[in-house]
């Protein structure tokens, strides 16, 4: 998915939505004819080998601070490059899937939110069914997964 995309313009790339990403995806694939090779489990098994490239990034650094202030310039861009073939091909496979990424996100996160109440949870990184089940917590109504 990296070659052959035209470079635009400044303008036009910081306002990019998801949306936008679909519909340049899904012509991209169309101008090439790829659309019979982009079934579910062919987007799916190329986004785990492009996460699997993302990792090698990460892979025997041990923990970094954020903003990779010690990388070179050149490594980040490695990472942006492979961050992007991730979101690329996730985009890619909601669309041919038919689900609405950013909506199924913003619901994921008001599932988050109710899972996951502050009150319960600031700077703990116990899991929902760890935080639920403390003792501590017998006064706080959380809904619970079905």
Known sequence: MKKGVSAESEGEREGVTLED???????????????????????????????????????????VPRGLPDWPQEEKQHLGEELSDV?????????V????????????LE???????????KGSSQKYYQIHNRKDNEDVVVPKDD
Request: aromatic letters at 10%.
């Open 111 to 121: 599932l988050n939110a109710q899972k996951y109440p502050v009150q319960l949870c």
């Open 21 to 63: 990403l679909k519909e340049k995806l899904a012509n991209f694939a169309k101008e090439r004819d790829w659309d019979q090779f982009h079934s579910p489990r062919n987007l799916l098994l190329a986004l785990v080998g492009e996460v699997g490239e993302l990792s090698e990034i990460f892979q025997w650094k041990g923990e």
């Open 87 to 95: 979101l690329l091909y996730l985009v890619r496979l909601s669309d």
């Open 97 to 108: 899937c038919g689900i609405d990424l950013a909506k199924a996100a913003l619901t994921k």
